[in-house]
């Protein structure tokens, strides 16, 4: 079989078949187009910036996980962010979809509140050996122990940072966390809702 000219300029103008990714209108091997985020759960974050103690920090944000913990949200947790001389508190957390309720960062903004208003020293106490315990856990194995110390170094630029932080948790009392977690202020907040 022959082919005339006509043929061979026939076959090649006609259109390739099409990819699986040119069917969507997207270039194959491109990667594939968001469609956004995808919210089940209403989601909030609230962050206070702070100059204090990042033990300090650690042990609040500790006790205000406890009082998330009552706060009826579906999923809840307070945080240390540290990085360098940048410090502060973060509370995240998710409500139920049927929730009637107040808004999610309004309980979060509410857990640190509270955290402050029913402070006792037992309670900071207990904060400050939960914060020490969840350290030495994670740092119970070489690796454990390295990425530790090594995190402590980058935040601090200090060799001896690690052990630092965990002699300071021991100065950390109620009136320490009072006064921070009374001295935060609005903080910032971020909510995404479904």
Known sequence: AERTAADSAAAD?????????????????????????????????AAWRTDADPAAVAVSARL?????AESGLRVARAELWWSGASRALVALG???????????????AAAVRDASAQLTEAEVAAGRRAVARDILFA?????????????????TGEPRAGQDFLQALDAVGAPTVRALLDGLGDGLTAEMNP
């Open 13 to 45: 103008s006609a259109p390739a078949a099409p990819t699986r990714g040119a069917r969507r209108g997207r270039a194959p091997g491109a990667a594939p187009v968001a469609a956004g985020p995808q919210v089940v759960f209403a989601w909030a974050a």
């Open 64 to 68: 205000v996980q406890t009082r998330l």
């Open 94 to 108: 998710s409500a139920a979809a049927d929730s009637t309720t107040p808004g999610t960062a309004a309980r979060l």
């Open 139 to 155: 740092a119970r194995t070489p690796d454990g122990l390295a990425r530790y110390l090594g995190e402590m170094l980058e935040r």
